[in-house]
């Protein structure tokens, strides 16, 4: 049973332009959506979160668009650059003791 | 402030052997996860401490997988045997308290493991 289910597996922007990595999800009780980098050979690393009070969130050059009636949220990359070239996890966890669980993942290739 | 640690960062081994891995965690954080990586896939919780104790090991193939975190810090995770579709990464990573907004995943870069 996938919990949070990531779109796409893969993804090839030309540099400048807009990344978008979309995730949903199904268990209402969620209240904290992350997103996380990875790069070869690294463990993944938090580049920004949510929680579903909000319906967006800005730092930098990137922005989660959070839409809690459809069960969804988004990673937005703005002006992407060549060094954005990673994979990138959504997770997602409730309260309490519980862990995050995580997306398949979006491999991001940024070209010049 | 110091990362995850985690050792060795590659292994190689044969199928039925056993392995163990080490981690140590981000020095206060109380809560410490062992995740599994397999090539193409996200990470997948095995084991969740909180100081020394188990918080969930649901998904940990208890059969052949164990772990432990002896005095609430370093934690080691151990296969025996091993098959081959253990072949994966194994991603240590620690938090203040479990994960949430105000207490976030800080992962190590990993032991991948290769059994043949």
């Known amino acids: 049973q996938q919990q949070v289910k990531q779109s796409p597996q893969s993804l090839i922007v030309q540099k400048g332009g807009i990344s978008i990595i979309n995730c949903a999800y199904e268990?209402?009780?969620?209240?904290?959506f992350p997103w996380y980098q990875q790069f070869p050979g690294k463990g993944p690393a938090l580049l920004i979160a949510?929680?579903?009070?909000?319906s967006e969130k800005k730092e930098g050059r990137f922005t989660i668009s959070f839409n809690k009636s459809a069960k969804q949220f988004s990673l937005h990359i703005m002006d992407s650059q060549p060094g954005d070239s990673a994979t990138y996890f959504c997770?997602?966890?409730?309260?309490?003791?519980?862990?995050?669980?995580f997306g398949k993942g979006t491999r991001l290739s940024v070209i010049a | 402030e110091a990362g995850v640690a985690q050792s060795p960062r590659y292994k190689i081994i044969e199928k039925r052997q056993s392995v163990a891995f080490w981690c140590n965690p981000i020095?206060?954080?109380?809560?410490l996860y062992w995740y599994q990586q397999i090539l193409g896939q996200g990470p997948k919780l095995l084991i969740q401490?909180?100081?020394?104790?188990?918080?969930?090991d649901s998904q940990l193939p208890k059969d052949r997988f164990s772990a432990e975190r002896l005095k609430g810090v370093d934690s080691t995770l151990k296969i025996q045997p091993a098959k081959l579709e253990d072949s994966a990464v194994y991603l240590c990573?620690?938090?203040?308290?479990?994960?949430?907004?105000?207490?976030?995943?800080?992962f190590g870069n990993g032991t991948r493991l290769t059994v043949t």
């Open positions: 990573a620690s938090s203040l308290t479990p994960s949430n907004s105000n207490s976030p995943l800080h």
């Open positions: 268990n209402t009780a969620f209240d904290y």
């Open positions: 949510i929680r579903p009070d909000v």
């Open positions: 997770a997602a966890s409730r309260g309490g003791n519980t862990p995050l669980v």
């Open positions: 020095s206060g954080h109380a809560t």
């Open positions: 401490f909180q100081n020394n104790g188990v918080v969930d």
